[in-house]
């Protein structure tokens, strides 16, 4: 098969040819058909998340057809846990200690093929474009939990209006939130996909909103926005910071979190994150907007990505 490695820090993922994976006891082999890119995978390849065993085959955002069967399923980050840890036992099993991610731990879905736990795989409706379904399973799901974090904000903020935020702000707009988008300043495509999407308002991140928020989520890895959204918020807010990753927090005076504002991280997800989001997406409608690449182009994808070329979500193809 054909596929796109990480072999170091660094370093371009290189097309090599491998063999089809084996599917073990309680495995699914899958042909993949598409995988979504992911802030993350830059992450990955900058050492900010290691990778302990290279080489490995990044993607956790896989949509792909079960061999045999012809059932389509969706892989999501979370790959496997150990079940036992207290996390687990408590329904947090984001946070099990013993954890193995898709694309990190687990080879991923820049590849034909991809092996994957059957507990960890989600139906994905014969009716979906694989290339439209591929962004639920990570910047849809991560993006979930946060908006639930959120409460019942009526006025909710999204800093960094990318893969996840062009998401979930479909799904902050049905349940009735008026939604606020901050992008890079300068980024009209953004700005204009955020107003077509139902967003009252949209600007740059240096600009404050209109009115205070009941919440706000930064998607955009740069620790810098925290104080940013902290006072565009008002009195009892909460701000998730929605990645795996993010640049230092500069220090800021403790009156910007005061009167009751909470700061707070999300962390990977659950499977039942994925099952209750998955049955809410078609309901919505969410209509993911994406910018295709084929398998070869894994660099170029991720470099659109890390420059903010993209609009939307990018997909991988196969």
Known sequence: MRAMVFEGVGRPLRAVRRDVPQAGPGQLLLRVEACGICRTDLHLLDGEVPITDPPRILGH??????????????VPWLGWTCGQ???????????????????RDIDGGFAEYAVADERFCFAIPAEWPPERAAPLLCAGLIGYRALRMCGDAQRLGLYGFGAAAHIIAQVARWQGCDVYAFTRPGDEPAQALARELGAVWAGSSEQRPPEPLDAAI????????????????????????????????????YERLWHERVLRSVANLTRADGTEFLALAPRVPVRTHVTTYPLEAANEALDDLRRGRLTGAGVIVI
């Not at 955002?61 to 969706?74: C, F, L, S, T």
């Not at 207290?86 to 898709?102: D, H, K, P």
Request: hydrophobic share 45%.
């Open 218 to 253: 930064i998607f955009a890895p740069d620790g810098a926005l925290v104080p940013v959204a902290l006072d565009a918020v008002a009195a009892g807010a909460t701000v998730v910071c929605g990645g795996i990753h993010m640049s230092d927090i500069p220090a800021f005076a």
């Open 85 to 103: 840890c207290r996390y687990c036992t408590s329904g947090r099993e984001n946070l099990c200690e013993r954890a193995r991610f898709t694309g």
């Open 61 to 74: 955002q896989i949509v792909g057809i079960v061999q045999p069967g012809g059932e389509r399923v969706g």
